[in-house]
């Protein structure tokens, strides 16, 4: 797997897109206020958005222009359904739903332990009709997978089977340890960090995505 340019292998994609180097750099920068995290994330899920929908799949539909009838290309099955890891997977979730606002949204609360970095499940409500949905869940980070791993074995046990996990920062560790447990999955990652400290935290990283975005660092 390389993690360069913007090469899909195995069903890893790495965006790399330079206005989202760009919005990286704000949420990285520790002086960033609660406002700008929360603008800059809103517009990186926008892009991670524009790239997770380009293939979806498409019929044709019967309309007429101002000029003439014509057959075009149309947005075919049911509204995908859109997982947010909570807390901080919220944050991704308003590019996807401006995009498609007939997005069927299911939430999964996971936090994981500090002492342990094992996840641990306190919340999940999910849309009905799962087996016939694309279902993308979406987490800003992918450090040691964990949290991941728990939310997509949640949804494969409520049906789901076309899924894609959709992140802004992935630590290779989690990658190759979600690569070897859901290698059924897509990943869709914004760019990939150095790795984990010996607190599992990604580095460079952007600390705690639930606590920038939320104002609870510290708390
Ligand atoms: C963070 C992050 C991921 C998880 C990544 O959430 O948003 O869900 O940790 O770590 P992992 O890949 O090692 O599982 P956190 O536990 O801080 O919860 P929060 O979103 O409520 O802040």
Aim: net charge negative; with cysteine.
């Amino acid at each position: 797997m390389t993690h360069e340019g913007s090469l899909e292998l195995s069903e890893v994609v790495v965006m790399r897109h330079s206005l989202l180097m760009e919005q990286l750099r704000v949420l990285r920068d520790r002086s960033t206020s609660i406002e700008a995290f929360q603008t800059a994330m809103a517009d990186a899920s926008f892009l991670l958005a524009a790239d997770a929908y380009r293939d979806l799949p498409l019929s044709t539909a019967a309309i007429e222009t101002p000029l003439c009838p014509c057959e075009v290309p149309a947005l075919a099955g049911p509204a995908p359904a859109l997982v947010p890891i909570l807390r901080a997977g919220l944050g991704l979730v308003p590019g996807f739903r401006r995009l498609l606002p007939r997005t069927v949204v299911g939430h999964l609360g996971i936090y994981r332990s500090e002492s342990t970095l094992k996840p641990v499940e306190y919340f999940g409500k999910l849309p009905d009709g799962l087996a016939e949905r694309r279902t993308f869940v979406l987490d800003p980070m992918l450090a040691t997978g964990g949290s991941a791993d728990a939310a997509l074995r949640h949804l494969k046990a409520a049906g789901a089977r076309d899924l894609e996990l959709v992140v802004l920062i992935a630590a290779p560790e989690g990658i190759e340890a979600l690569e070897r447990s859901h290698p059924d999955v897509r990943l869709r990652v914004g760019v990939v960090d150095e790795g984990l400290d010996a607190r599992g935290f990604i580095v460079p990283g952007l600390g705690d995505a639930g606590d920038r975005q939320f104002g609870t660092e510290g708390a």
